[in-house]
């Protein structure tokens, strides 16, 4: 069975500093997609970022990057020049290309971006 | 806004009781995915609903039940609940129903068993 482990639960960074969330997942399988989404206190899910395993590039959107590392199973998220609006709780999340097509979330990091 | 919208926001019931929550994907969307975010659990998959059909169940007890309707909006009908029910459930829609699709979420259903 496939697991997503975040090991930060919580993390802080001054605002316009560069901070880095960890994710590592577990799988057999060669192709899925890995998600990171954000969850601000209003409790909407918003996706931020998507990574195709088959794809060697890493995804960027704006201020937000990943560094994908199949070998080791390691997605991380880097957002730069952080801001306040920022401030949410992060959840990686891995979803399989078979049609067993359910989305499996780590247990989140609460990042708190300080003013 | 992600076009999903839920009702209600908000339902305070009784242990034993049955509710349902409603879900109305976006537009042209053909998927609807519900998921149960609890503070010892996380965010948990329950089950994925493609066109009408199930397509994946997940972590769903046997008390929870859902449906797609023709006009493609589901429900989530949840049956003897107990107190560890209580939890924030989402949908999100897709266009289809695969990997390679976004997932858009509603703004979700807070659920207190009292």
């Known amino acids: 069975a496939q697991t997503v482990t975040q090991s930060q639960p919580e993390m802080s960074v001054q605002e316009a500093e560069t901070v880095t969330l960890s994710c590592t997942y577990d799988?057999?399988?060669?192709?899925?997609?890995l998600f990171w989404y954000k969850q601000p206190p209003s409790r909407q899910m918003i996706l931020v970022i998507r990574q195709e395993a088959y794809k060697q590039q890493n995804a960027t959107e704006n201020r937000f990057s990943v560094n994908f590392q199949k070998a080791a199973k390691s997605f991380s998220l880097k957002i730069s020049d952080s801001q306040l609006g920022d401030t949410a709780m992060y959840f990686c999340?891995?979803?399989?290309?078979?049609?067993?097509?359910?989305?499996?979330f780590g247990k989140g990091t609460r990042l708190h971006i300080l003013p | 806004d992600s076009g999903v919208t839920q009702t209600p926001k908000h339902l305070i019931t009784a242990t034993g009781q049955r509710v349902t929550l409603r879900c109305s994907p976006r537009s042209g969307d053909l998927s609807v995915y519900w998921y149960q975010q609890s503070l010892d659990q996380g965010l948990q998959f329950l089950i994925h609903?493609?066109?009408?059909?199930?397509?994946a169940k997940g972590n769903i007890l046997e008390r929870f039940s859902a449906q797609q309707f023709p006009d493609l909006h589901s429900e989530l009908n949840l049956s003897s609940l107990e107190l560890g029910d209580s939890a924030l459930y989402f949908c999100?829609?897709?266009?289809?129903?695969?990997?390679?699709?976004?997932?858009?979420f509603g703004p979700g259903t807070r659920l207190t068993v009292l």
């Open positions: 999100a829609s897709s266009v289809g129903g695969g990997a390679s699709d976004t997932q858009y």
């Open positions: 999340a891995f979803m399989s290309r078979n049609r067993d097509d359910k989305i499996i």
């Open positions: 609903y493609y066109n009408g059909e199930e397509r």
């Open positions: 799988t057999s399988e060669s192709n899925y997609y």
